[in-house]
């Protein structure tokens, strides 16, 4: 349990971070090594899935301790059940809100991502009060060492103890196997339980927010009057065909969502940066994304030096060798490295040297 959280939250953190870095952190964030949000952000959701049969089991050990009498004894018993309550309680909501939305299920009146983050940060000082609270307990088993175990054992509990671990050890493994492939794609063909499987949607790859759901269909259809937008020191506007004229480049990068689902794809079309230069932008000028959607969270983006003069960040017109469909990001979407899906701007509009 205590490896699940502490994982679950420094990959949360990455996870954070890499799409809200604070200002002055922008151009550093790193556009290497091309999977780390891939792989921090599927160990992430693996530790969060893995973390909930691991909560039951625990709560289901320690609920007698509920009704204890009287209910408080002394100032550090009283520390430690409002310690218990706190930790409880944010254990049981970052855990059932965070699986709820690797399903896109919303069932709650507020925002998820800054409540899920705010209730991770209430979960962790709760578990170090409970810690410090539980210090001389813990002290005192690890000096007993293998005599407390024997103690434990002498009680009754080994047998029992040791298939309650072994449950628990099958379930961990069964809906971990069962999920996460749809991130680990070598097991993919057990992805049994996961919301997403790697190989499902157009072109071979998944799709969160569909060209229909964000209301851009009329606009892609319109695509002979569509512009890309170059606004910069020395501005300019392109078409379709003017940007498949320019060089092309082909990278391999993956979409790797928030929710935990992940895939490679190749994707063919102009580096950013050959647009920045041609509108002027200096060496360490950022950049700012519009879509075509009118409203949408994911409606902008921005992205920091690094990314934008990075060679594999493209503004991508093909996917595995193909136009891009409309539900891909038609006619033109971004793909750079290291980047949460959130990101990854599709149906581009305008580009914007900053
Ligand atoms: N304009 C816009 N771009 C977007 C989104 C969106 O809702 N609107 N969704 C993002 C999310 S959450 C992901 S995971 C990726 C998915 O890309 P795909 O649908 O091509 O697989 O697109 C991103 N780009
Ligand atoms: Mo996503």
């Given at each position: 349990?205590?490896?699940?959280v502490?994982v679950c939250?420094a990959?949360?953190l ?13 151009d550093?964030?790193?556009s290497?090594?091309v999977?780390?949000y891939?792989f921090?952000?599927g160990?992430?959701?693996a ?14 050990a320690?609920?007698p301790?509920?009704f ?8 550090r018993?009283a520390?430690e ?15 059932f809100s965070?699986l709820?939305?690797?399903v ?7 925002s ?6 705010a209730v991770?940060?209430?979960l ?11 210090w ?29 671990l072994?449950?628990?050890?099958a ?11 749809q ?14 499987h ?12 569909t060209?229909a759901?964000?209301?851009v ?9 569509w512009?890309?937008e ?6 300019f506007?392109?078409s ?5 004229a ?13 929710e935990?689902?992940?895939k ?17 932008a200096?060496p360490g ?11 949408g969270?994911?409606r902008?983006m921005e ?9 594999l960040t ?5 996917l ?17 490295p290291?980047?949460p899906?959130v ?12």
């Amino acid at each position: 349990m205590g490896v699940a959280v502490a994982v679950c939250f420094a990959t949360g953190l990455v996870s954070h971070y890499l799409q809200h870095p604070p200002g002055w952190a922008v151009d550093i964030a790193p556009s290497r090594p091309v999977w780390g949000y891939r792989f921090s952000q599927g160990l992430h959701v693996a530790s969060g899935i893995a973390a909930i049969p691991l909560l039951l089991v625990k709560l289901w050990a320690v609920y007698p301790r509920l009704f204890v009498w009287p209910p408080v004894r002394s100032v550090r018993h009283a520390l430690e059940r409002a310690s218990v309550a706190v930790l409880v309680g944010a254990a049981t909501f970052q855990l059932f809100s965070g699986l709820l939305n690797t399903v896109q299920w919303y069932p709650w009146p507020f925002s998820f991502v800054p409540v899920h983050f705010a209730v991770a940060w209430l979960l962790v000082g709760a578990l170090v009060l409970h810690l410090a609270v539980k210090w001389p307990d813990i002290r005192a088993h690890w000096r007993r060492g293998a005599e407390a175990t024997a103690a434990l054992s002498a009680e009754g509990a080994g047998p029992d103890r040791r298939s309650l671990l072994l449950g628990l050890a099958a379930a961990v493994g069964a809906v971990t196997v069962t999920t996460v492939g749809q991130s680990f794609t070598p097991l993919k063909s057990l992805d049994l339980l996961a919301p997403r499987h790697p190989d499902h949607g157009p072109q071979d790859l998944p799709v969160n927010r569909t060209a229909a759901a964000a209301g851009v269909l009329p606009a892609v259809r319109a695509v002979a009057d569509w512009r890309l937008e170059v606004a910069g020191p020395r501005p300019f506007r392109l078409s379709l065909d003017e940007l498949r004229a320019l060089p092309q480049t082909e990278v391999e990068l993956p979409i790797a969502c928030v929710e935990g689902w992940s895939k490679n794809a190749r994707w063919t079309g102009v580096r950013i940066k050959d647009l920045l230069e041609r509108a002027g932008a200096p060496p360490g000028a950022r950049l700012r994304v519009e879509s075509l959607e009118v409203r949408g969270t994911y409606r902008v983006m921005e992205m920091g030096s690094e990314y934008a003069h990075d060679p594999l960040t493209l503004l991508a017109l093909a996917l595995n060798g193909q136009v891009l469909s409309a539900d891909h990001g038609y006619p033109a979407r971004i793909i750079a490295p290291n980047r949460p899906g959130v990101l990854q701007t599709k149906w581009v509009a305008r580009l914007e040297v900053r």
